[in-house]
């Protein structure tokens, strides 16, 4: 583990993050949003983690701060999921552009 | 040790790639289950910083969890078996290039800046999950316990909000 430099884990979870913010740009359907935004909770994750082993390795903090971002995840996907069903319910599309009653 | 950059560049690469499908795959359920290789190999790279017991809650709620919340909600929204439309083309291209842009932007401050090296002693014995349930609930200077009472209270928060919304509404009397 300590061949390969913190900098390399670095370049890996900013690559992650760009990969989910390119599928956040491009992508219109609200799960895949979704899953994008996963991704990018989880390059996050992989700093703290990362950050830890090689900065701090007496110390715990970086633990706890993934296993918050997890529990956070968690909450926000299950939340996100109901009102995408919801709002299936309600327009028979989870297209973002079909979802534009509230924006006057 | 020796074969250890080779886990990490392998597990590199199957994460990249396997995120790179989920953003870009025409068929949604596809994108799902490559978001699960991704994620499997996150867990993977928790285990290769030897970070047991973060690997074991990623795989338990992460791939567990939330991957099967999204395969159940893709059943229940769409046909799994349509494309989904392309990006419109102008969208992609500003997309990429934006990203390009913040990536190589990241690299080059990630590259310049220098880490102080924290040395690598006494870890095994520090990051165990005793340890780690021992600091989450200790009310001490150093604990945890007030961060974990207030998610627990977020995902309470959480759990009566869906009931809230998923429910149908009553048609008034008619």
Redesign the interface.
């Known amino acids: 583990?300590?061949?390969?430099p913190?900098?390399?884990?670095?370049?890996?979870s900013?690559?992650?993050f760009?990969?989910?913010?390119?599928?956040l740009?491009?992508?219109?359907?609200l799960?895949?949003m979704?899953?994008?935004v996963?991704?990018i909770l989880?390059s996050a994750?992989?700093n703290f983690?990362?950050f830890?082993?090689?900065?701090?390795?007496?110390?715990?903090d970086g633990?706890?701060f993934?296993?918050?971002i997890?529990?956070?995840?968690?909450?926000?996907?299950?939340?996100a999921?109901?009102?995408?069903?919801?709002l299936?319910r309600n327009f028979k599309s989870?297209d973002v552009e079909a979802a534009d009653e509230m924006k006057f | 040790m020796s074969e250890s950059p080779v886990v990490f560049y392998l597990l590199s690469v199957v994460i990249l790639g396997a995120a790179l499908l989920a953003v870009t795959s025409r068929k949604i359920f596809r994108s799902a289950i490559w978001l699960l290789f991704a994620l499997t190999g996150i867990a993977g790279l928790y285990f290769w910083l030897q970070m047991e017991f973060v690997a074991a809650v990623q795989i338990v709620v992460y791939v567990g969890g939330i991957v099967v919340l999204i395969i159940f909600s893709i059943f229940l929204t769409q046909q799994s078996g349509k494309d989904l439309p392309a990006p419109v083309r102008g969208r992609a291209v500003f997309s990429v290039l934006a990203v390009c842009a913040g990536f190589v932007l990241t690299c080059l401050m990630i590259t310049r800046y220098a880490f102080p090296n924290g040395g690598n002693s006494g870890m095994d014995a520090v990051a165990s999950v005793g340890n780690i349930g021992a600091q989450l609930l200790s009310t001490s200077e150093h604990g945890y316990v007030l961060p974990f009472e207030v998610i627990s209270v977020l995902l309470l928060a959480a759990m009566i909000g869906c009931i809230v919304i998923a429910m149908k509404t009553k048609p008034d009397n008619p």
């Not at chain 1, 740009?25 to 359907?29: M, Q």
């Not at chain 1, 997890?70 to 939340?79: K, Q």
């Open positions: 583990m300590s061949q390969v913190l900098t390399h884990i670095l370049v890996l900013t690559a992650l760009f990969i989910g913010m390119y599928g740009f491009t992508r219109r359907n799960i895949t979704l899953m994008s996963e991704l989880n994750n992989i983690v990362a830890n082993r090689y900065l701090y390795p007496g110390k715990l633990i706890f993934s296993l918050f997890v529990a956070i995840a968690a909450a926000e996907a299950a939340v999921i109901a009102i995408i069903i919801n299936y989870i």
